[in-house]
């Protein structure tokens, strides 16, 4: 089963900012945070991952709570191709599973 | 920069028959997965490689399905006799081993309708 807690759905105004939280309570201290998002008909694609610091990149922002018990994706300017599937995903660092365990994630609608 | 090449892109097929999908990883990967994708479901984890070991297998993938990597490259997943139940996305990703939060690459899919 996924580690991880996503609201089902969000709307997001284009041009706003879109924050994603995302509950991971049972993170152990080796398990990476990562996002990936899926816009319909199109595999997952990856945006960032971090383990305890905020992180950032060209897509977005990640920021990690200290107890590392909950994140924010943060889509800085949203656009209309930013509606998609957004997963967070908790994976455990150099163990033995290397498979990506998803949920449901939060379907971000981005409104012109 | 090429990335995660699926073909075909979509199989229509009748119960019964048999199928083959093809994976191109990039191309200093050495590690590829498979997952699979129902209607409204996150993907679902079936097998990965390391170069051409399989190394781990889910317990979705039945005696029906069987992966190969023959030569570290390209991936193949077969289905033999398929059912209405197989119908879904098949997803292959790739990543390279060496960094274990190296993420995985994903391709646009197979996507399998069963008549």
């Known amino acids: 089963d996924a580690k991880t807690t996503q609201p089902t759905s969000m709307d997001c105004a284009e041009g706003r900012a879109a924050n994603l939280p995302c509950n991971h309570s049972t993170i152990s201290g080796n398990e990476y945070v990562y996002w990936y998002r899926q816009i319909h008909s199109q595999g997952p694609q990856y945006i960032i991952h971090?383990?305890?610091n905020n992180e950032t990149n060209e897509m977005a922002s990640l920021i990690i709570t200290e107890d590392r018990k909950s994140s924010t994706l943060i889509l800085p300017h949203a656009t209309l191709r930013d509606t998609a599937v957004y997963y967070c995903?908790?994976?455990?660092?150099?163990?033995?599973?290397?498979?990506?365990?998803f949920g449901t994630g939060t379907l971000l609608a981005v409104q012109p | 920069d090429t990335g995660v090449s699926q073909n075909p892109r979509h199989k229509i097929t009748k119960r019964g028959q048999n199928v083959t999908f093809r994976c191109d990883p990039i191309s200093e990967h050495n590690r590829l997965y498979w997952y699979r994708q129902t209607l409204g479901q996150g993907p679902e984890f079936l097998t990965y490689f390391q170069n051409e070991a399989q190394l781990e297998k889910s317990r979705l993938l039945s005696d029906r399905f069987s992966a190969e990597r023959p030569k570290g490259s390209f991936s193949t997943l077969e289905i033999q006799r398929t059912e209405q139940g197989d119908s879904a996305m098949y997803l292959c990703a790739s990543s390279l081993f060496g960094d274990s939060n190296q993420p995985q690459h994903f391709g646009d899919g197979t996507r399998l309708s069963i008549l």
């Open positions: 995903i908790v994976r455990d660092y150099g163990g033995a599973t290397n498979k990506l365990i």
């Open positions: 971090g383990l305890k």
